[in-house]
């Protein structure tokens, strides 16, 4: 099995194992897949962080006015009457205005960011150095962790206009969005190795020979944004040692060039006429008397 280190421009992404036989077609879909399914995750953990901290989202009528605002036109909350935290609400007032403000009590934010920690890390780009392939069973076990949390902390769901349970049901509006940006269409994704793009039509092993026991470096993108950049010869880690060496040495020299103590000249060793007088015999006399 071919293994793959799927990066998104200079970021690595996660690790794919694939056969060399494999049809670069469903394989560019299946990264395609993986790469826009961790994102899913990203948006969820990042919306659940908010729901811990400051409880539902208000309706889309509602956010961003004022409580005087929201009494003056007649506004109600109808979700946010039923979506009671288990245990009980504590009000924390969401300064942003997009959620109603009665968070989950201690216990249950700690269910909720407990679960939050363990699904990110399933996705974590960490697990590249640990050498573990990122499938779509992991993500889609990570989102059901996370749906499951939602469940013991909200019995009664979440309102259909809470973005955490639109992205559960999949009916996410990204539009006008900057997570829009990052979301790669499966039919316009590209992978791109040695500065070649891998061609739907041809299999792994075309670009990469039969041997299955290699590793390669790809990296994907929308259809039409050129070639990305290529991988640089030494990594940042790297150059920063070569940097720090030649700056040491810099100094180095510096000193050396400052320090123009020539009193070493006076020293035994310093003598170039040392090794004639110690084979004539006459070294250490003196003309006075000791």
Known sequence: MVLLHVKRGDESQFLLRAP????????????????????????????????????????????????????????????????VPSGGAVFKKDDVGRRNGHAPNEKMKDVLKK?????????????????????????????????????????????????????????????????????????????????????RTKTLSDYVG???????IVKIQQRGQGAPAREPVISSEEQKQLMLFYHRRQEELKKLEENDDDSCLNSPWADNTALKRHFQGVKDIRWRPR
């Open 210 to 216: 039969r041997n299955e026991k290699t590793k390669i």
């Open 115 to 199: 679960t939050i920690e363990e699904a990110k890390a399933m996705i974590s780009k960490k697990q590249v150095e640990a050498g573990v392939c990122v499938t779509m069973e992991m993500v889609q076990d990570a989102l059901d962790q996370l749906r499951g949390a939602v469940m013991i902390v909200y019995p009664m769901g979440l309102p259909p206009y809470d973005p955490i349970r639109m992205e559960f049901e999949n009916k996410e509006d990204l539009s006008g969005t900057q997570a829009a940006l990052s979301v790669i269409a499966e039919p316009d994704a590209q992978l791109w190795w040695a500065a070649k793009e891998l061609r």
């Open 20 to 83: 060399g036989s494999a049809g670069l077609g469903a394989l560019t879909e299946q990264a395609a897949r993986v790469y826009n399914a961790r994102l899913k995750v990203q948006r969820v953990c990042s919306e659940m962080e908010e729901l811990a901290e400051h409880g539902v989202f208000l309706p889309p009528n509602m956010q961003g006015l004022t409580d005087e605002q929201i009494e003056e036109l007649k506004l109600r909350d109808e979700w946010g009457e039923k979506c």
